[in-house]
């Protein structure tokens, strides 16, 4: 079975820093995806960006990148000049195709003014 | 665009009791998913349906049942409740695409407390 370790349970950045979270996960299966999961004390979950394994390049969405090292099967997020509204708890998931979300046990990222 | 939409959004119940939570797809989604996240921890897969079929089900016991209709909104129900049940409950919807769902998007979730 796969598993997502995120082995930062809170972490804090000042505003307008780079911050990374980091992810690294277990399987035997070369085809996946890869998944940031963005859920604020809101609660409601947003797609953060994804990474499908077979792409070597590593995924980036405006302030948000990936870096994705497939043979240390790491999955780190990198989020640069950090704003107020990126509080929240960031999972990181595995997704093999044809079966369900695996997710880590979050990180919880406070941004400070 | 109307995002994933669950109902309701509180539920306050008693140990024993059975509860049904309901969810919306987005439009031209046509698989829900249904996870558990207890305070703290990540979510949990329940359940999967694609075209009102169970294509997966977690580690979850008897108690739990899912189902998905032809407009592919679906319920998931959960009887003789017990405190560890108390948890957020997710719905996701995705396109299902060849080989596997990919993209999955999470509605608000219900808030289940059980006492």
């Known amino acids: 079975a796969q598993t997502v370790t995120q082995s930062q349970p809170e972490m804090s950045v000042q505003e307008a820093e780079t911050v990374t979270l980091s992810c690294t996960y277990d399987?035997?299966?070369?085809?996946?995806?890869l998944f940031w999961y963005k859920q604020p004390p809101s609660r409601q979950m947003i797609l953060v960006i994804r990474?499908?394994?077979?792409?070597?390049q590593n995924a980036t969405e405006n302030r948000f990148s990936v870096n994705f090292q497939k043979a240390a099967k790491s999955f780190s997020l990198k989020i640069s000049d950090s704003q107020l509204g990126d509080t929240a708890m960031y999972f990181c998931a595995f997704m093999k195709a044809g079966t369900p979300l695996v997710f880590g046990k979050g990180t919880r990222l406070s941004v400070i003014a | 665009d109307a995002g994933v939409t669950q109902s309701p959004t509180h539920l306050i119940k008693t140990r024993g009791q059975h509860v049904t939570l309901r969810c919306s797809p987005i439009?031209?989604?046509?698989?829900v998913s249904w996870y558990q996240q207890v305070l703290g921890q990540g979510p949990q897969f329940i359940f999967q349906?694609?075209?009102?079929?169970?294509?997966g089900r977690g580690n979850f016991p008897d108690r739990f049942s899912a189902r998905q209709f032809p407009n592919y909104s679906s319920e998931l129900n959960v009887n003789a409740l017990l405190l560890g049940d108390s948890a957020l409950y997710l719905c996701?919807?995705?396109?299902?695409?060849?080989?596997?769902?990919?993209?999955?998007?999470f509605g608000p979730g219900t808030r289940l407390t059980v006492t």
């Open positions: 349906y694609y075209e009102k079929e169970e294509r």
């Open positions: 996701a919807s995705s396109l299902y695409r060849r080989g596997g769902n990919y993209e999955q998007y």
């Open positions: 990474q499908e394994a077979y792409k070597q």
């Open positions: 439009s031209g989604h046509k698989s």
């Open positions: 399987t035997s299966e070369n085809n996946y995806y």
